[in-house]
């Protein structure tokens, strides 16, 4: 710190440079405060690109976002169409076409019996294998469904974030440079005033020193002339 640099410096009766050299440390401390200047204005610029690579980051984000919206959207409106034609087909079957099968196998004998029995089961078979498709479609629409919503909300949550981060770049760090420089401000206002009291002091002492050596001067004299030669 300046004080402490300060204390190298020799006593003014020893060194004609005293003041210079007060002065020149000083400057020095002037120019190690405007490096830590720059350097904190270094730190809060860089934060200030990473918070705005990191919204473009998140605008990315929500453009594919809003992509595979579409895209499970459609997927969810196409499942809608398939299952309302599955459970068409599947009351169809229920209601006419099983039914009337299993009406056929009546009265029948021999390999009569057996071909409509057999379209009986396979008219079931078909039916219960419509019903589990029916149910994955069902359940795809469901996942699509939570998809979707999960989607919505982080891209509303980003949509946040990022306006969160403009305004800590409008706002924030704006004030973080207003800070940092008052505190600069502050500290170079401290090494002046330190600087000026040290130079106060050391004029005092100088002039304190000399006024000493003056006065030692001035009593050898007055003693000298009172001394008689013999």
């Known amino acids: 710190t300046l004080s402490l640099a300060l204390k190298d410096v020799p006593d003014a009766h020893k060194n004609q440079n005293f003041?210079?050299?007060?002065?020149?440390?000083?400057?020095?401390?002037?120019?190690?405060?405007?490096?830590?200047?720059?350097?904190?204005g270094t730190t809060i610029n860089n934060i200030a690109d990473e918070l705005k690579k990191k919204a473009d980051t998140l605008n990315t984000n929500n453009n594919d976002m809003r992509d595979m919206y579409h895209d499970r959207i459609k997927y969810y409106q196409s499942l809608n169409d398939y299952i309302a034609a599955g459970e068409v087909k599947q009351q169809h079957l229920l209601e006419m076409d099983i039914p009337r099968a299993k009406m056929a196998m009546d009265g029948k004998t021999g390999q009569e019996r057996f071909d409509a029995e057999l379209k009986y089961?396979?008219?079931?078979?078909?039916?219960?294998?419509?019903?589990?498709?029916?149910?994955?479609?069902?359940?795809?629409?469901?996942?699509?469904?939570?998809?979707?919503?999960?989607?919505?909300?982080?891209?509303?949550?980003?949509?946040?974030?990022?306006?969160?981060?403009?305004?800590?770049?409008?706002?924030?760090?704006?004030?973080w440079?207003?800070?940092?420089?008052?505190?600069?401000?502050?500290?170079?206002?401290?090494?002046?005033n330190d600087a000026n009291q040290l130079v106060v002091d050391a004029t005092n002492k100088m002039i304190e020193q000399n006024g000493m050596q003056i006065t030692k001067q001035m009593l050898d004299i007055t003693k000298a002339s009172e001394n008689h030669v013999i």
């Open 19 to 40: 003041l210079s050299k007060l002065f020149h440390k000083v400057k020095m401390s002037t120019y190690q405060l405007q490096t830590e200047y720059q350097k904190a």
């Open 121 to 175: 089961k396979q008219l079931v078979s078909y039916q219960n294998r419509l019903s589990k498709r029916v149910y994955d479609l069902r359940s795809a629409q469901t996942l699509a469904y939570q998809q979707i919503q999960q989607l919505q909300m982080m891209a509303a949550s980003n949509i946040k974030l990022i306006d969160t981060i403009h305004t800590s770049i409008s706002m924030a760090i704006p004030v």
């Open 177 to 192: 440079y207003e800070q940092a420089t008052m505190y600069l401000f502050a500290e170079s206002q401290k090494e002046a």
